[in-house]
């Protein structure tokens, strides 16, 4: 099992595990109708934020056995609205391979990451409907921040202490 960002080589894989997700892929950086080269050089440009929109952040994939299981975006920087919705991490598994822990060693690697970064506490943000999340973040020592509610959808923010 290894983390790597995507490269030319990867693009069959990455087009079967975009094809495996029936609902909208998380996080969004892992998601792209553009032809893979672009994609792959839009995902090169997010982490100086070239294009000035979006805060610097790094998308790396895990791969099990030659198969892509999940995704995870680090944003570096947090904007108020990353406070609210997305916080530092953003991760998504990989429908056939959930409930493996898959989900945890995604974010416990961000941790890691941030951590390298000097960022001593990250925060995330996941919806009161998704126990698999919330359970991902307590599994890495999140601990609950806030409850709100968005455009009708119940959210829960969490901070995490980096060690």
């Known amino acids: 099992m290894h983390f790597a960002e995507l490269t030319l080589s990867d693009e069959l894989l990455y087009r079967h595990y975009k094809n495996s997700w029936k609902t909208r892929m998380v996080p969004g950086s892992s998601s792209s109708d553009m032809p893979f080269p672009d994609y792959l050089q839009k995902l090169e440009d997010d982490k100086t934020n070239k294009n000035g929109k979006f805060v610097p952040a790094k998308t790396l994939f895990l791969f099990d ?53 000097g960022i001593n506490e990250a925060v995330l943000t996941c919806d009161s409907e998704n126990p698999a999340s919330r359970n991902v973040i307590l599994n890495c020592h999140g601990a609950l921040n806030a409850k709100y509610e968005i455009s009708n959808v119940m959210k829960e923010r969490y901070l995490i202490p980096i060690k």
């Open 65 to 117: 056995h030659d198969v892509i299981v999940g995704c995870v975006q680090i944003r570096y920087l947090l904007t108020k609205n990353l406070m609210i919705e997305g916080g530092n991490v953003g991760y998504g598994v990989h429908p056939d391979f959930r409930g493996l822990g898959y989900g945890t060693k995604l974010l416990e690697h961000a941790l890691q990451e941030l951590k390298k970064s």
